[in-house]
């Protein structure tokens, strides 16, 4: 039992280095990995989505998606980079379904995405002192 319980904690502790945004508290800032230390891409945590999905329904020929599950993370831009780099790097298109809601109106400035996405994002520490490892 004790060997098992001293297993479990190397595991939440390898946890937390592969995937930080999990463990996030709100004002916490991240990189993506894909980008340079020196580059100004930040993202800073905001909390988890608890709105229930909703269908956006943006009429005629448009594609209607479905908005972010209760759960998943929300990051907003803290950087001079344009969203949209962010949406490239982790597929998080389209704009309806990986952006935050409140009030039933979509926030355009923030990022949502599924735990499963946020393996990209290392803890941002300063101009040069981020975890990646490029």
Not at 57 to 82: A, C, K, M, T
Request: include cysteine.
């Amino acid at each position: 039992r004790e060997a098992a319980l001293k297993l479990g904690e190397q595991q939440l502790e390898e946890a937390k280095k592969a995937a930080p945004a999990l463990f996030a508290k709100p004002g916490d800032q991240f990189t993506f990995h894909v980008t340079y230390c020196d580059f100004d891409a930040i993202v800073e945590y905001v909390g988890r989505n608890t709105t229930p999905p909703q269908k956006a329904d943006f009429g005629g020929d448009h594609n209607n998606y479905q908005s972010p599950d209760i759960g998943w993370l929300i990051f907003r831009n803290v950087g001079e980079v344009n969203f949209r780099v962010y949406r490239d790097m982790v597929g998080a298109w389209p704009i309806s379904k990986y952006s935050h809601y409140e009030g039933g109106k979509m926030k355009n400035d923030t990022l949502c995405i599924p735990p499963g996405m946020c393996g990209e994002l290392k803890v941002w520490r300063g101009w040069g002192e981020c975890d990646a490892d490029y």
